[in-house]
């Protein structure tokens, strides 16, 4: 499954590459860029192209992480995406919240970035049973360190894991959906290109590929 990360700063721009891309795109996901240029109001647009999550990576207390995630999902989003370390109550607020719209909820273990392993790494798989346990709908981790996916799949397997990190920062489509991804997440690597339909082919088929030679390594194709 491919994710777009809507982060282009430009609301025309953002629904063409959104409309262009559309065939190869399973959701958008949009960000801070995005909403603080656009305004909220792009999410409900975007929204009847593909299925949006809203990545405003939520990290408060319980009350404010729900009106935010209320907010989003008033606007149409079928996911949000929360951050781990904020504990379980927060969490279970942003559960609750997301099944009176029969949303889902993300929730991120540690960031693709090197800074990801300065204080995340230590307590992504903690974060990934927590979120498991709260009866969340996946994880977020990262394309660049496949073994990290590896870690949190096996820390809370029953939960899909999306991860960025593809393209831009290095990550390689094949190694990620090895590691046991249930989706990537690309942004620049996509909208930055001269043609984005195209890139946004050349993944969804990459994906493709990715996916019949894991089966057939797992014995699944006929
Ligand atoms: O492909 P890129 O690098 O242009 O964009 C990646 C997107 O994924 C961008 O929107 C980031 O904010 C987001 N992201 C990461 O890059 N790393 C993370 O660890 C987590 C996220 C993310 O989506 O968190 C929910």
Redesign the pocket.
């Known amino acids: 499954m491919l994710i777009l990360?809507l982060?282009v700063v430009d609301h025309e721009r953002a629904l063409k590459v959104a409309k262009d891309t559309a065939e190869f795109v399973s959701a958008i996901?949009v960000?801070y860029p995005l909403v603080l240029t656009a305004g909220v109001d792009v999410i409900s647009e975007l929204s009847e192209i593909r299925p949006v999550i809203a990545?405003f990576?939520i990290a408060d207390i319980p009350y404010t992480s729900g009106l935010i995630a209320k907010i989003v999902f008033e606007k149409g989003v079928r996911a949000v995406?929360a951050h781990g370390f904020v504990g379980r109550d927060t969490l279970q607020e942003v559960r609750r919240v997301a099944s009176d719209y029969d949303g889902e909820v993300?929730v991120?273990t540690e960031?693709?970035?090197t800074g990801?392993k300065e204080f995340m790494s230590e307590h992504a798989l903690e974060i990934a049973k927590l979120a498991e346990s709260v009866g969340c709908d996946g994880l977020?981790a990262?394309a660049t360190r496949p073994d990290r996916i590896r870690a949190v799949k096996s820390a809370a397997p029953s939960l899909k894991v999306l991860c960025?990190?593809?393209?831009?920062?290095g990550g390689s489509v094949e190694d990620v959906m090895k590691a046991g991804a249930d989706a990537i997440?690309?942004?620049?690597?996509i909208y930055n290109s001269p043609d984005p339909r195209e890139s946004a082919r050349r993944y969804f088929e990459e994906l493709r590929s990715v996916r019949e030679k894991i089966d057939r390594k797992d014995g699944k194709a006929n």
Not at 164 to 169: D, T
């Open positions: 990360a982060d996901k960000n990545d990576k995406i993300y991120v960031l693709s970035s990801g977020i990262p960025p990190g593809v393209g831009a920062q997440i690309v942004g620049r690597a």
